[in-house]
Structures are given as structure tokens and as C-alpha cells.
């Protein structure tokens, strides 16, 4: 009998199942997939290691600062500055028709810049600033209130508030068109006011510290090992089915599959939360035979929209080629440069047009959007075309293959589950279904879910 | 365990929480939250650590003895005087 069972060794998963494990619990962790990560994972072709989600780690903050996530999550799982090696981005923009605002991990060059490009609004950014919920209010104020009205009451130039929007979405919007002006303050905080960095290493780091950690403490970590079913007795979980027909039993139950997901997993039907459609994106990887430097571009993120507005929402087609992220793993300051110049392109994606395509079809299409992605890409970036020696993509499809997040979604559910309960008493939610999104999020999420429910 | 090895077994939980900090110049008297930040969570876990290592309990309400180190040995001293080191 195990004292918990943790579904899922993605990165809340994991990072739950240290903490547990560290104090003495007697835990197991079991994954669907050959492989740890979920959402944030690595895979080799053709002799390349590719990182699958990670662009860049959020809510960075220099060597020695102690408060913040951040700051949090490393005194929490015992991690050293060096463990990781974070190196901060070089400096990212955000590109629209004839507006071009630049950032960094100081927000001075953010407000240098919309007082250069939006003079009258340089207050109002400030006043938006002011008005951002502390991490400490998250998921209290309870008030549901849409970022788009706070905005628009604050800044009155629909541009600027388009262009404050886009980054924020891409790294964080659940649902389509708007978010919760809580999630977006914290996300607003680990972009612009913390930062961006990544370790020289990519995710590969980050996770074998994780996985490693969690064995050291006596931690039992299971691949290949999915769970087909929670058999429920009155109010709580009795044993955990895996796929193979083997049962497993434990005083709790953790899930970071996703709360419908983990719902589905216990047979209760559940209500569609998500009316206005999951967003899924697919991500193209150039390999090129220079770095992005020698090509003029120094750049470590670009998020880019072709109109005034920008539309986060569920495309028709099988790509949205108005808007993207292209991503530098390069352009990062290590104390030694990536041995391969790398591109990455995202874009937003339609699940099911991807889903529904025959195997022949799929490959042609990801070989025909590779084309248009990067395309449409280079109006706002230097064409990096003639330096690509190695392509790949991936699809919402593959996503949801990986994860087992229905429809490929990225930042889960629209409706968050702040408390990590469920209706069973032993049953309990983290992830990004839980309420924090991203790798800093899904790491806090884990910690804060095993503390406040699994360690007392 | 005495003063002293109580001293050093905070010290020793501290670094393992925090490794990145300087615990040199740690002052007995000024509150850990000042010094160093701690949050509640930091302090939940400085008691958990003491519970896993020492077996010591330490009751919920009382958790505002571990403010600073000085308060924090003469609060543990006759609590961990029968521990072995
Ligand atoms: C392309 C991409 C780019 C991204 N870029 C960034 C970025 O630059 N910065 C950033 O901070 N975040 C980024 N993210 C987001 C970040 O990866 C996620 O927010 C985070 O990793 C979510 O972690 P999680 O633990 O909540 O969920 P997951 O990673 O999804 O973990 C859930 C795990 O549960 C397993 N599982 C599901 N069902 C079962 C079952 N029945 N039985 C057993 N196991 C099961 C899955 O296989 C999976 O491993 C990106 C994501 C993607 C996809």
C-alpha cells in the first residue's frame, strides 16, 4: 500500500512526488508514456535531442534573490543556482504592423519603449502594472474578471493593449480570446517583471534533477505504466487499474492528467468547462548549420501578429499563420554557445483537422505547414531558410498522443481547480489543471498540492 | 544534544533549504524572516525537517519559537537534550 500514487511524471508530478518522497513517504509514480516530461519532454531523431515544450523557463530572477516563485520552488525542492544554470534571454519583441515594442528581463527597456512608441500611454502601463494581483491572491479574489475590460478600461490605445496581450496568451491562455485577469497578472509578473532564461542543457536537466531527486528518496517511478481506471468505493478512491489489468493501491491519489481527464479515469461524466474550444499549437524546429547570430538575429523570442488585432482562438485551418513565437534556443547568455543554431516557430492549431487526417496525408500536410509556418515567420525575422540542415514538427496531435490532454491542449482547463480537491476525499488534482500553467507553475503546483493536502 | 549541536543541526537544515545561502555571518537574534526571507513554507519545512531527523513534535501554535536562531535552540534545547547527536 502506498501512501500516494502520483498519475503523471510531467513536471507537477515529479515535483510532487520529491517532496513527498523527501519526507519519508512511501510513493509511486506512475506515467503512461516511455518517457518523463509530458508536456515539457526531450526526444531524439535522428541522432538530435529535441526539447518538446520547453521555449524558455519563466519567472527568472538573479542568482541570490529570495523571494518569488522562483525562489520558492528551489529553497521547496532543495535546488541549488548551479543545479539548473539558468543563463537569462538575451532580449525578446513583440512584433506588429508598424509597431515594434522590445523586452528584457529589466522592465525598464518594456517601459523605455512604450514611451518611445505609445507616449500618452506610459502612465496607463504603469497604473496596469500597479493594478496586478499579487501571486499571494491567487485564485482568491475568485472574481473572474476578464483581462480584456481591465485592460481596455486602463490603456486606451486597443494597439498597445493587443500587443501587452499577445505574449501573454501564447504562454498561458487556456481558453480562447481573453483570460482571467488573475492568470494574467501572473503570467504578466513571470514574463515581464521576473524574466526569461534557460539552462544551457534544456529541459533535459531540469527533469533528470527532478527524476533523480525523487529516486534518491526511495521515490518508485513506473514507465509504461498508464492508468486505465480509479475504482471508486463510496467517497474515496479504493485501487488504481493500470492498462496492463495490474492493480495498485494507495491511501491517496495525486492526478496531473487533467481534471476531466482524471474524471473520465473515475467514470463520472463531466460537464463540457470548455465551450469556447481548447487551444492546441503546433511547433516547427529548424536546425540550422550557423547560429541565428551569424544570420543577423540575436533575438531569444519574437512574438509576432500581422494585424492590429490579434486573434487567439481555435483556427478553421490546420495552422493560424497570422500570428506566432519564434523561439532562439541560442539566443540565451551562456557561458558557452549550443553546439547547432536552432529556430522554433509556434503557431496556434486546430486539433481536430489534424486528428482527423490518414497517416500519408498527416506527414504531407506537416511537410506542407513546415513551408507556410516558416514563411510566414520570416516577415518578422531574417530568412534562415538557406542555413536549415534538419526539420521537424509537431502537431496538436502529437501533443495529445504524449500528454493525454484532450485536444492537444496546452494550458488545460479554462476552469481552474485552485484547491486541488476533487469529490473523492483521497483524490486530488495538480497541474496545470490545478491553476498554474508553465514549468515554474506546474512545479509550484506539485509542491503546493502535496503540502497543503499530502503532508500534513 | 546540547546548545551547541542544536546550533548545528539548524544550521545543517538551513543549508540543505537554502544552499546558495551564506549562513557565515547567520545573526542568533534577528528573525530568519529577516535575515533570510523564510516564508511560512520555509518554516513548515524546518519543522518537518526536525520531525524527520529528530523526531521532535512540534505543535502548530507553537512554530513562532523557531523566528530566529536564538530563540529557536533555547526553544529546542530541553525538547532534544535526551537526542543522541
Ligand atoms: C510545445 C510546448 C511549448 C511549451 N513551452 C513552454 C515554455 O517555453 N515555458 C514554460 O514555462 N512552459 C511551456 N510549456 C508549458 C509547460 O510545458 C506545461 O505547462 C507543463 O509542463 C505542464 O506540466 P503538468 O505536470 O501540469 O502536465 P503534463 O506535463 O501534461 O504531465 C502529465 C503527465 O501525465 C501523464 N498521464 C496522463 N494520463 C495518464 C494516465 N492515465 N496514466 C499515466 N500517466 C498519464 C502524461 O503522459 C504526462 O506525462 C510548453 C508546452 C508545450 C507543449
Not at chain 1, 204 to 218: N, V, Y
Not at chain 1, 325 to 340: G, K, M, Q, R
Not at chain 1, 423 to 435: E, P, R, V
Not at chain 2, 36 to 56: A, G, N, P, T, W
Request: glycine letters at 8%; charged letters at 25%.
Amino acid at each position: 500500500m502506498y501512501d500516494t500514487i502520483i498519475i503523471g511524471a510531467g513536471m507537477s508530478g515529479l515535483a510532487a512526488g520529491v517532496r513527498l518522497a523527501h519526507f519519508g513517504r512511501r510513493v509511486c509514480i506512475l506515467e503512461r508514456h516511455r518517457a518523463i516530461g509530458g508536456l515539457n519532454s526531450f526526444y531524439k531523431q535522428r541522432g538530435r535531442t529535441y526539447d518538446v515544450g520547453l521555449h524558455a523557463i519563466t519567472n527568472f530572477v538573479p542568482k541570490g534573490t529570495r523571494t518569488g516563485p522562483l525562489a520558492k520552488l528551489f529553497r521547496q525542492l532543495r535546488v541549488a543556482w548551479e543545479d539548473w544554470a539558468l543563463a537569462p534571454q538575451l532580449g525578446s519583441a513583440i512584433i506588429f504592423p508598424n509597431a515594434i515594442l522590445q523586452f528584457s528581463n529589466s522592465i525598464e527597456v518594456l517601459e523605455s519603449e512604450i514611451r518611445l512608441r505609445f507616449p500618452k500611454q506610459i502612465d496607463n502601463f504603469r497604473r496596469l502594472i500597479a493594478s496586478l494581483h499579487d501571486y499571494g491572491q491567487f485564485g482568491q479574489s475568485g472574481a473572474n474578471r476578464s483581462t480584456r475590460k481591465v485592460i481596455g478600461e486602463i490603456i486606451s490605445d486597443p494597439l498597445l493593449a493587443e500587443m501587452i496581450l499577445c505574449p501573454v496568451l501564447f504562454y498561458g491562455g487556456a481558453r480562447e480570446h481573453d483570460i482571467e485577469f488573475d492568470q494574467f497578472s501572473i503570467l504578466f509578473r513571470s514574463i515581464f517583471l521576473e524574466g526569461l532564461a534557460r539552462p544551457l542543457a534544456g529541459i533535459q536537466r531540469i527533469l533528470k534533477m527532478l527524476a533523480s531527486r525523487f529516486k534518491e528518496h526511495g521515490g518508485e517511478l513506473r514507465l509504461r505504466a498508464g492508468v486505465a481506471k480509479i475504482a471508486v468505493k463510496g467517497d474515496s478512491v479504493e485501487k488504481v487499474i493500470l492498462e496492463d489489468g495490474s492493480e495498485l493501491e494507495a491511501r491517496n491519489v495525486l492526478s496531473s492528467a487533467g481534471f476531466a481527464e482524471t474524471m473520465r479515469l473515475c467514470n463520472e461524466s463531466q460537464p463540457d468547462d470548455q465551450p469556447d474550444g481548447r487551444i492546441s499549437i503546433v511547433e516547427s524546429i529548424s536546425v540550422l548549420n550557423a547560429p541565428p547570430r551569424s544570420l543577423g538575429y540575436d533575438r531569444t523570442i519574437v512574438f509576432y501578429n500581422d494585424s492590429e488585432t490579434f486573434h487567439y482562438e481555435k483556427p478553421e485551418e490546420l495552422i493560424d499563420l497570422r500570428s506566432g513565437t519564434v523561439c532562439s534556443p541560442n539566443n540565451f547568455a551562456y557561458p558557452e554557445p549550443l553546439d547547432e543554431g536552432v529556430m522554433r516557430i509556434t503557431s496556434l492549431a486546430n486539433y481536430e483537422r489534424w486528428a482527423s487526417l490518414d497517416k500519408e496525408s498527416y506527414r504531407q500536410a506537416k511537410r506542407d505547414w513546415y513551408e507556410k509556418l516558416v514563411a510566414s515567420a520570416i516577415r518578422f525575422v531574417p530568412d534562415f531558410r538557406a542555413a536549415v540542415i534538419e526539420t521537424d514538427v509537431f502537431t496538436p496531435r502529437t501533443i495529445h498522443r504524449f500528454t493525454g490532454h484532450a485536444e492537444g491542449a496546452l494550458y488545460g482547463a479554462a476552469q481552474k481547480r485552485h484547491d486541488g480537491t476533487s469529490h473523492l476525499k483521497n483524490l486530488f488534482i495538480c497541474g496545470n489543471d490545478q491553476g498554474l500553467v508553465g514549468i515554474v507553475g506546474a512545479i509550484i503546483s506539485g509542491i503546493s498540492i502535496a503540502n497543503q493536502h499530502l503532508l500534513k | 544534544m546540547t546548545a551547541a549541536d542544536i546550533r548545528v543541526a539548524i544550521l545543517d537544515i538551513l543549508h540543505d533549504i537554502a544552499p546558495d545561502e551564506d549562513l557565515s555571518g547567520l545573526k542568533e537574534d534577528v528573525p530568519f524572516r529577516e535575515q533570510l526571507e523564510l516564508d511560512s513554507m520555509d518554516f513548515l519545512d524546518i519543522v518537518m525537517e526536525l520531525r524527520k531527523r529528530y523526531r521532535v513534535q512540534i505543535p502548530e501554535n507553537e512554530y513562532t519559537e523557531l523566528a530566529s536562531m536564538g530563540s529557536t535552540v533555547r526553544y529546542l534545547e530541553p525538547r532534544m537534550k535526551d537526542i543522541a547527536k
